[in-house]
């Protein structure tokens, strides 16, 4: 079974940065792509960056991320990675990772507020 384990999240002013971790139990070649996603209170989960595995360098991004937020991988450490530049408050939500739409991780904390 397919682990997924987050880490990085936590509380910043607006402004601020933050970089999310995750860790896959298995090689990530196993997957054909994957991603962060976040999910506010009251709100569905929402896809905000995706990697492809073939391609690296095959990326997409939810608008509100574009810009402000960039994903990685590290091939060697089966791991992604999600660096999230000037925070807004409406960033507030439980940030998970992903893999093909149907692993997901146990999810990480962020809030930005002042």
């Known amino acids: 079974q397919v682990q997924l384990v987050e880490s990085g999240g936590g509380s910043v002013q607006p402004g601020g940065s933050l970089n999310l971790s995750c860790t896959a139990s298995v090689n990530i070649f196993t997957f054909v792509y994957m991603g962060w996603y976040r999910q506010a209170p009251g709100k569905d989960r929402e896809l905000v960056a995706r990697?492809?595995?073939?391609?690296?360098?095959?990326?997409d991004y939810a608008d509100s991320a574009k810009g402000r937020f960039t994903i990685s991988r590290d091939d060697n450490k089966d791991m992604i990675y999600l660096e999230m530049n000037n925070l807004q408050p409406e960033d507030t939500a439980t940030y998970y990772c992903?893999?093909?739409?149907?692993?997901w991780g146990q999810g990480t904390q962020v809030t930005v507020s002042s």
């Open positions: 992903g893999a093909d739409g149907k692993s």
């Open positions: 990697i492809y595995v073939i391609n690296k360098h095959i990326t």
